[in-house]
């Protein structure tokens, strides 16, 4: 499966803004799909996952109730709404895919990732 991610831009503090993960290739509701993010300096770090139902959904704690993670099979596209930005969200997002939710929060255990997409947030 190929991944493509879009959406990033520059947001003020406090604002919103939504990226998406198309997928190609292969359906993505044959994987858990996975965000990431990566900071300048740091290490990539666990965002949102969901299941390939689109039922079961996951987030990393510093992110949660701000960022809601979603899939349209229709579209075959997965999407990370983000409010309430904060300037710590600034980073680049990845969107991944893995045949399994075990150990989601592991980067590399996901075979298939996108070429990511800048988030800016400004104070």
């Known amino acids: 499966v190929q991944l493509q991610a879009s959406g990033g831009g520059l947001v003020q503090a406090g604002g919103s803004l939504r990226v998406a993960c198309a997928a190609s290739g292969r359906s993505f509701s044959s994987y858990f799909m996975g965000w990431f993010r990566q900071a300048p300096g740091k290490e990539r770090e666990f965002v949102a996952g969901i299941s390939r139902n689109g039922v079961n959904l996951y987030y990393a704690d510093n992110v949660s109730g701000r960022f809601t993670i979603s899939s349209d099979n229709a579209k075959n596209t997965v999407s990370l709404q983000m409010n309430s930005l904060k300037p710590e969200d600034t980073a680049v997002y990845y969107c991944?895919?893995?045949?399994?939710?075990?150990?989601?929060?592991?980067?590399?255990?996901?075979?298939?990732w996108g070429q990511g997409t800048l988030v800016t947030v400004s104070s």
């Open positions: 991944a895919a893995k045949d399994n939710p075990i150990l989601y929060r592991v980067a590399r255990l996901y075979t298939y």
